[in-house]
C-alpha cells in the first residue's frame, strides 16, 4: 500500500509553506483563490484525502514554544506577568496533551533566540506552536517569516505585524492607555491649579507599546485644545542612567514639573526612586504605567497618583489560548488582533489590581 499523501508533500511539490497548504485546503483566509485552487488541483491529483475526524480533534502531541523576554532584573516590572499568563494557561492544559518550551531571552538576545529556534525547524525539529514578543528589527520579522513559512503558528506578544504570516496578536490597547493617561492629567492639573510644566517618559519609539502609548498621549491634548508644552524623554532600558541624570536635573531646576507621566514599567519604577532620593515624593503628580510590587507601593504610599494598568497577565494568557485552541481544535479567532483592557488605577483599588495580577 502506497503511504498516505501529506500536506509537506503536497507543499513540497508546489514549492509553497505547509502552512499555505494547510489554509487553502480549510477554507481559511490568507491564499489567494488562484493559490487555493492550485493546491487543490494538486492535492486531488495526488490522491490526497483529509482526516476529518482527526483534524475536528486534533492530534495531542502539540509542542508549544514560548518565546519572551526575561523576567528577571528590568523584565520583573512587566515581562514577569507576560510569563505569569503562561503559566496560568500552561496549568489549564496539563492534562491535553501539550508540551511547552520556555525561551527566555536578554535585551538585545530576541533574533538571536528565535535563530536557534528556525536552526531547529531546518534540522527536522517538531514544533507547532510559537508565542511570539512581537519583533523590534529587521532580523527578528525576518526569522519570523522563516518559521512561519516552516509552518509553524505564530501568536504574537504586546504587539503586531500584520503583514506577514500570523495567527493572530494579543496586545494592550495602547491608544486607549495614552489617552486615559492624558486625560487623567489634565484633571489633576486642572483641579490643582498647577502649572502645566509636564515630563513625559516616553520610552523607546522603535517599541509599540512605547511609541503607541506616547503618541495617543499627545494627540489626546492636542484634540482637546489642552495648551502644555510637553517635554519628552526618550530612551527605555538601554538608556537607564542617563535617563537618570536627566530626569534629576529636570527635578532640580527652578522649573520643575508639576506632573511627570511615564509609558513604560522601567521609567515608572525610574521615577519613584529619583523622587525619593530628591527628597520630593509626593511634590510632583505622577502617572505611571504598570503594575508591579515597587510602583504599588509608590502608589500607597503617596509616591504616585495613578498607574495605568494594561493587563499583561491576561495579555499573556489570551495569546497562549488562542494558540493552544487553534491547534487542538482548529479554533481561530474572530478577529485575530485581541485588545485588552486598559483601567486607570488609584490608591483606593490598587489592592483589588493587585490580586488579578498576582502580586
Known amino acids: 500500500m502506497s503511504a498516505r499523501v501529506t500536506m509537506k508533500d503536497i507543499a513540497a511539490e508546489l514549492g509553497v509553506s505547509i502552512n499555505t497548504v494547510h489554509k487553502a485546503l480549510t477554507g481559511k483566509a490568507g491564499v489567494s483563490e488562484s493559490v487555493r485552487a492550485k493546491v487543490n488541483d494538486k492535492a486531488e491529483e495526488m490522491g490526497y484525502h483529509r482526516n476529518t475526524s482527526a483534524s475536528s ?6 509542542n508549544l514554544v514560548f518565546c519572551l523576554p ?25 492534562d491535553q496533551g501539550i508540551s511547552i518550551e520556555r525561551v527566555e531571552f536578554v535585551v538585545g538576545g ?48 504586546d504587539g503586531d505585524r500584520p503583514h506577514f504570516d500570523r495567527l493572530g496578536a494579543s496586545l494592550a490597547d495602547y491608544s486607549t492607555a495614552g489617552s486615559l493617561m492624558a486625560e487623567q492629567a489634565a484633571n489633576l492639573v486642572h ?47 538601554a538608556q537607564v542612567k542617563q535617563l537618570e541624570r536627566e530626569l534629576k536635573a529636570r527635578l532640580s531646576s527652578s522649573e520643575a514639573p508639576e ?23 509626593g511634590e510632583v503628580m505622577v502617572i505611571g504605567n504598570d503594575l508591579f510590587p515597587e510602583s504599588a507601593l509608590a502608589l500607597r504610599r503617596g509616591i504616585f ?7 499583561p497577565v491576561g495579555l ?41 495580577a498576582g502580586i
Open 57 to 62: 480533534l486534533r492530534r495531542k502531541d502539540i
Open 70 to 94: 526575561c523576567a528577571s532584573r528590568e523584565g520583573a516590572y512587566f515581562y514577569r506577568y507576560l510569563w505569569e499568563g503562561c503559566n496560568r494557561f500552561e496549568q489549564e492544559v496539563i
Open 110 to 157: 530576541y533574533a538571536d533566540a528565535l535563530e536557534h529556534i528556525d536552526e531547529r525547524l531546518q534540522v527536522g525539529e517538531k514544533i507547532d506552536g510559537l508565542l511570539a514578543y512581537v519583533p523590534g528589527d529587521d532580523r527578528a520579522t525576518h526569522l519570523l517569516e522563516q518559521i512561519a513559512e516552516a509552518g509553524v503558528a505564530i501568536e504574537l506578544v
Open 191 to 237: 483641579a490643582s491649579g498647577a502649572d502645566a510644566r509636564v515630563l513625559l517618559l516616553a520610552g523607546d519609539p522603535y517599541t509599540d507599546s512605547h511609541y503607541l502609548t506616547a503618541r495617543a498621549f499627545h494627540n489626546y491634548l492636542r484634540d482637546h485644545n489642552v495648551p502644555w508644552q510637553v517635554e519628552d524623554l526618550t530612551g527605555a532600558h
Open 259 to 281: 506632573l511627570i507621566c511615564s509609558v513604560f514599567a522601567v521609567g515608572s519604577e525610574l521615577v519613584a526612586d529619583t523622587l525619593v532620593s530628591a527628597n520630593k515624593a
Open 305 to 311: 497618583t495613578n498607574i495605568v494598568y494594561k493587563d
Open 316 to 356: 499573556a494568557y489570551r495569546g497562549a489560548k488562542t494558540l493552544g485552541d487553534y491547534l487542538l481544535w482548529g479554533k481561530t479567532p474572530a478577529d485575530p488582533v485581541q485588545k485588552g483592557a486598559v483601567e486607570m488605577v488609584f490608591a483606593s483599588n490598587v489592592d483589588r489590581y493587585c490580586k488579578l
